[in-house]
């Protein structure tokens, strides 16, 4: 895969549980918008291209406007659309990318080796924030979490190691425990709260948010909450 993950990771890296753009979620977004310094938020719908992604736009232009930012939906819904030149430009420059929730599979085939992934890591390197929720936030990390069983398969690596189960409180029993006991050795699972992010600046990690995370070491987990720092996880 193309991905520069050697590189110095200079940026702000968000994984957010899921349930973004909402009331819940507007204190740790405006302190993102503050940290990056930007007037725009550059917005991908596309792991929601099956699930009207005009309306998570919408949400998303409301969220951001009371928040002081504009935002700029870029409608990369298929493959075509993340090799087109102008797309990854315009990522390239972004001072803060929004990945949304939806389908990690489907997000994962339009970014896996393209131009507009080439990007986003530029954009996240050269400094600017990289914010994911749930799906986004899964298939960011590296195992990723499999939403048809709760196992897992590969995902875009740019926290290796690392591996994300979303809407952790809500999440359904047996797929909790099926992403526990299928763990791979070499990672950590984190369980995150919806509308919950867990944040990574300057190698540290830190809880921001309404829920908590959960982080596994087998099938005992330790619980931070806002404002909490993480020393354990890869980075």
């Not at 991905?3 to 009331?23: C, D, I, M, N, Q």
């Not at 979303?166 to 425990?177: C, F, Q, S």
Request: aromatic share 6%; with cysteine; charged share 20%.
């Amino acid at each position: 895969m193309s991905t520069k993950s050697g590189k110095k990771k200079s940026g702000t890296f968000v994984l957010v549980g899921g349930g973004e753009f909402r009331a819940a979620t507007r204190d740790f977004d405006g302190q993102l918008v503050e940290q990056s310094a930007a007037d725009e938020v550059v917005v991908l719908p596309t792991a929601a291209a099956f699930e009207h992604p005009d309306r998570v736009a919408e949400r998303a232009v409301d969220h951001f406007r009371d928040l002081g930012a504009k935002v700029r939906t870029l409608s990369v819904l298929h493959r075509g659309e993340a090799e087109d030149v102008v797309n990854a430009g315009v990522v390239r420059a972004a001072r803060f990318v929004y990945l949304t929730d939806g389908s990690p599979l489907h997000l994962r085939s339009v970014l896996k080796d393209s131009s507009l992934f080439d990007a986003l890591l530029a954009s996240y390197h050269g400094g600017g924030v990289l914010a994911a929720s749930g799906a986004g936030a899964t298939v960011l990390c590296d195992p990723m979490v499999d939403p048809r069983g709760g196992a897992y398969t590969v995902g875009l690596g740019v926290v290796r190691n690392l591996a994300v189960f979303p809407y952790h409180g809500t999440a359904a029993d047996h797929l909790r425990e099926r992403s526990i006991d299928l763990l791979p050795a070499s990672a950590t699972l984190v369980g995150i709260d919806e509308a919950t992010a867990l944040v990574l600046t300057g190698g540290e990690w830190r809880v921001a948010g309404a829920g908590s995370v959960s982080v596994y070491d087998g099938r005992t987990s330790t619980a931070y909450e806002h404002g909490s720092r993480i020393e354990s996880l890869p980075a």
